[in-house]
């Protein structure tokens, strides 16, 4: 078994956030691939958000009226393990840096 | 961002009852960015959706100028931008001089631009050089809500065509918003930042950008200065000129491709009117010589960071 | 027409429209513009053509890659905005990449097939565009140079009722198909949802084009069910009830019942409905393990071979990953 978090996509060209309207699965439920998970909200439109995965919800990270972040955790699932599964990089929203700057005259 | 624009455009509709506000899908629908959500719905028929014909849409704008409107018309998307480029150069921007000033082209062209969006194909280009080249025309770029509501008023009040490019990944950032007039006049730059070490050149999203450009220096004892040049034309030599001058150094950060982008143009006011106050050659970090790439290369083509960092590196190394 | 092959296409086109949509909503497609309710334009008149006639799409027309049997992983490759274009066999397809410049590709189809008559080969173009693309300049251009160079060319304008929020009576005051008398070329209109109206009126076209007699204009009258892709709320600007209504049009559906009152079983449609889901399975599988090109590619189909400059940017973005 493994754990699979779900992140909340960017659903339309550089949304930042959408609302939880609803849920219509909880904690403990066992779900199919593309099973209706819930609805949310976003500046454009409520989208339904059908699951990416068939396995267990574990976690769902939000409630109905809170807002999530693009990239951040939606629905944690637990499911079986996935060989041969080449790992997606996610959305890089925040600007992470690896150059450090040395000022004149520093070695 | 996307309220403020909508909120100078519902300012503009009702101070001047000539403003119109057309495009595909910006009536019924709002926009495919909500910009003008709930405008046809107060203004009636001075808000309406064209035909799917981006030179038809320039091309009407300008006989609604020579009709006594003010046109404030939409292209959907910088990418679809290039079927009105011929209404563009060859007339928005040349109808004053053909006629003798008999005719103001009071239009201010609104054109999501820029990437950042994981967009499809077309959807994430810098235009913001051919506008520029093209005498007759005035550019510019908002870096954020307040700079959108101030710009997008003094644009549409302005008698020139105003090419205003509206960065899409900004549409969504949130700040609170005055609605005042803009306390800088049309071809003003602003200092966003403070500081010693260089200035950081931008406009548009980019803006942004190199505010945390500054931020992570600040972390290694580095002061940098971040100017928003705002106005592409006409552009403020002026306090670009004083800020440099101060600190000797300059990186200029855009999207757009790197040959004959507008970093060129800054680098060589800079070098013809501040030469011997540089203490380093000016910087360039830009979009690559390619096309604009697919979403999933976007963030390598995007000027980064770090790829920003490092060329604050090598002005300061000089 | 084969039918029993074009409605196991039709199927197939619905369920991997279907499964697309979901796909965005599950972040693993950036945005995908639904094609519901037009099986039967893009599936029959593919069907009517060659394999190695040209198809030159817009960025709707699943359904045509699809009947083409283009591979769906490379193709969905260009909604996940891995490559622009698509990522799939163009030229063993004689399938051109996706184009979402809308009206800029009629122009394209008409000088491939001006190419092709001048080397007196037989097969002949299809460009595939919306009624909103018929108002863009590039548009006419493409049809009259078409009749003045009674190019081979089909244009296959699908008109679907909508262009995002623009309803087709707004989009132009004419009719579409009547536009061709004007430029000497020969026009139709046609259900687009009757898919043996379709293969037959595309057939006709092919032949007329082959035989050199030049380009035809052919408005086939659908409806788009879905909204215009993932990024827009169609809710906004038309009502459930028109969509309710045109549903019971649904082209595959009619396919369905055209099918059943010639006498095909049940058993039929079982396994057409299996097979559906098997392929739109490995579909998806496909899709988790393919790769998006690595980002320094941006750099590698730019010219030929890349100047100086280019390559030394290259090799910067190498450094720098």
Known sequence: MAEFVFRLPDLAEGLEDAEVVEWRVAEGDQVELNQLLGEVQTSKATVEIPSPRTGRVVRVHAQPGELVRVGEPLVTFEVDDEPGVVGRVPHDRGARRRVRLRRPGQA | ?318 | MDERRCYRLMLLARRLDEEAVRLQRQGELVAFPPMQGQEAAEVASVMALRETDQIFPSYREHGAAVARGVDLVGYLLAYRGAWNGGAYDFAGHHFAPIASAVGSHLLHAVGWAMGRRLDSGDEVAIVFFGEGATSEGDASEAFNFAGVYRAPVIFFCQNNGWAISVPAARQTAGEIWRRAAGFGIEGARVDGNDARAVYESVAEAASRARRGDGPTLIEAMTYRLGAHSTADDDRRYRSSEEVAERRADDPLDRMRATLEAEGVDASFFEAAELEARETIGRVRAGLTVTSDPPAVEMFDFVYAAPPPALARQRAEVGELS
């Open chain 2, 1 to 318: 961002m996307v309220q403020a624009l909508n909120a100078a455009l519902r300012q503009c509709l009702r101070d001047d009852p000539r403003t119109l506000v057309f495009g595909e899908d910006v009536g019924r629908l709002g926009g495919v960015f909500r910009v003008t959500d709930g405008l046809q719905d107060e203004f009636g028929a001075r808000v309406f959706d064209t035909p799917l014909a981006e030179s038809g849409i320039v091309g009407i704008a300008i006989g609604l100028a020579m009709a006594g409107w003010r046109p404030v018309p939409e292209i959907q998307f910088d990418g679809f931008s290039f079927p009105a480029l011929d209404q563009v150069l060859t007339n928005l921007a040349k109808y004053r001089g053909r006629s003798r000033g008999a005719y103001d082209m009071a239009v201010t062209l609104r054109v999501p631009s820029f990437g950042g969006i994981s967009g499809p194909e077309h959807h994430s280009e810098s235009p913001e050089t051919l506008y520029a080249h093209t005498a007759g025309l005035k550019v510019v770029s908002p870096s954020g809500p307040q700079e959108a509501f101030h710009l997008l008023v003094q644009a549409v009040e302005e008698p020139d065509p105003v090419i205003f490019l509206e960065p899409k990944s900004r549409y969504w950032a949130r700040e609170e918003v005055s609605m005042t007039p803009s306390p800088l006049p049309v071809g003003k730059a602003r200092i966003v930042r403070s500081g010693d070490d260089a200035t950081l050149v931008a406009w548009g999203a980019m803006v942004r950008r190199c505010l945390e450009v500054a931020a992570a220096a600040e972390e290694d004892g580095v002061s940098l200065e971040v100017l928003d040049l705002r106005w592409l034309v006409p552009m403020d030599d002026e306090t670009l000129v004083e800020s440099v001058s101060r600190t000797g150094r300059a990186v200029v950060v855009h999207e757009a491709p790197r040959t004959g982008g507008m970093g060129a143009e800054v680098s060589a006011r800079l070098m013809e009117l501040a030469f011997r106050k540089l203490r380093a050659p000016v910087q360039r970090v830009t979009g690559w010589d390619v096309p604009y790439p697919a979403a999933s290369a976007e963030h390598e083509y995007i000027p980064s960071l770090d790829r920003i960092l490092l060329a604050v590196q090598r002005v300061l190394d000089e």
